[in-house]
């Protein structure tokens, strides 16, 4: 089989609307031109847009767990914490320690189990990293290495099991737990939360109306007994829009703060702006033959003489397999169809009709283009699964670029 090979080399990306840092830093020439862009005043808009929902007092935590949904961790804690966020929330003591390390002052609170582990708990101690606790084991031993370094006042979280069947006292045993906990001497309950599995699903609005129920008889019948907790949260993105009975005196938005809704329509309620596009560019392109079987596995054949252009990206980035044969990308504005299976570092487009097309181009797998949109949730649908776990599975390799921030 014949074919014409047409290849260029493909110069550095560089633009003033990028801070040059994060060009440098990651050493984004780009040397391998994949790339994803993240707009950091998205971020700022979408916190403006989550306090909107919420009373004035009411105080913000923002999930930066996972590498800030893939945005990139301490980027995002360091603007949404400009942006006035009340509280960071991690899913590991690294995590918190690479904040702490990075400069952010904020408070951080484990949402994920810590250890009972000395050198653990020493870590979180040191560094101002608030703990959820839910067992007896981990409050002693939280408890004993206040004391060993001398501090007092120690502030946790408690987490409370209302229906998630995760982490978390089971609710029936909150009050005795708190009774128990509330003596030790060095440590303070700053906190008490729990967390929706099914909020999102408008058949399970009512199960997620127990949970609150349930919850709210827990925090009144501590009041009842003199116990006033500050931090009362249970709120999630989806809590925030359809379960204002829920917001308390904390919430915890996390994907709505990325501009991605966390359920089909929601868009329409509430207007977020992605923070997040995904790109790279054409490196190879050909002409083929009709009846030419294309990647691993020969799935897609071409059914009349075309060309098809390669470009660097793969499920090794976490540009996931389940796509092949699925997903279109943006191309010069244009929507083209992904052909044959998604390898670990490539993919194949079909490019035929669209003769202007050459190495180099500007590909978008998420984002806009000359008015055409591709979203996580698009992408998501496709892959069968949540947008959540589209961005989080971009990986290291990907480097992200950040958009300036606009002057106030």
């Not at 009975?245 to 994907?255: A, D």
């Not at 097309?357 to 949540?386: F, P, R, Y």
Request: charged share 25%.
């Amino acid at each position: 089989m014949q074919h014409k090979e047409e290849t260029k080399k493909i110069g550095a990306i560089h633009s003033p609307a990028y801070r040059k840092k994060d060009v440098g830093d990651m050493g984004i020439g780009l040397f391998r031109p994949t790339w994803a862009e993240v707009d950091l005043d998205a971020i700022r808009h979408n916190l403006r847009t989550v306090r909107s929902l919420v009373r004035p007092d009411t105080k913000v935590l923002v999930v930066v767990k996972a590498n800030a949904y893939g945005h990139g961790l301490v980027d995002i804690s360091q603007t949404a914490s400009e942006g006035g966020a009340d509280y960071l929330g991690v899913a590991t003591i690294e995590e918190g320690l690479t904040l702490r390390r990075s400069g952010v002052k904020t408070p951080i609170l484990l949402l994920g189990s810590a250890t009972t582990k000395q050198g653990a708990l020493d870590a979180a101690l040191e560094n101002s990293i608030t703990l959820t606790v839910y067992t007896i084991d981990l409050a002693t031993a939280l408890n004993r290495r206040a004391e060993a370094l001398g501090l007092h006042h120690v502030p946790f979280h408690i987490k409370v099991d209302t229906g998630m069947g995760r982490i978390g006292l089971a609710w029936r045993n909150t009050i005795k737990f708190v009774n128990t906990v509330r003596n030790f001497g060095r440590l303070k309950i700053e906190g008490i939360y729990t967390h929706f599995p099914s909020a999102d699903n408008d058949e399970s609005a009512d199960f997620t109306n127990k949970q609150i129920e349930i919850f709210d008889s827990l925090l009144k019948e501590l009041e009842e007994m003199g116990i006033n907790i500050p931090y009362r949260h249970a709120a999630n993105s989806i809590g925030l829009v359809d379960f204002k009975e829920s917001h308390l005196s904390m919430v915890r938005p996390g994907i709505l703060i990325y501009g991605i809704v966390p359920k089909k329509g929601l868009h329409k309620r509430i207007y977020v702006k992605p923070a997040m596009s995904l790109k790279t560019r054409i490196v190879y392109l050909k002409h083929v033959d009709a009846g030419t079987s294309i990647s691993y596995g020969r799935t897609y054949t071409t059914k009349k003489a075309t060309r098809i252009a390669t470009i660097p990206i793969g499920y090794g980035d976490g540009y996931t397999r389940s796509l092949s044969n699925k997903a279109h990308v943006l191309i010069r504005g244009r929507l083209l169809p992904l052909v044959g299976r998604v390898t670990m570092d490539q993919c194949m487009i079909d490019v035929g009709g669209l003769d202007e097309v050459k190495v180099g181009d500007e590909v978008v797998l998420i984002g806009s283009q000359k008015g055409g949109v591709i979203t996580a949730e698009e992408i998501a649908e496709l892959a069968n699964t949540i947008p959540y776990e589209i961005v989080c599975s971009l990986n290291n390799r990907i480097p992200r670029i950040y958009k300036h921030i606009s002057p106030k």
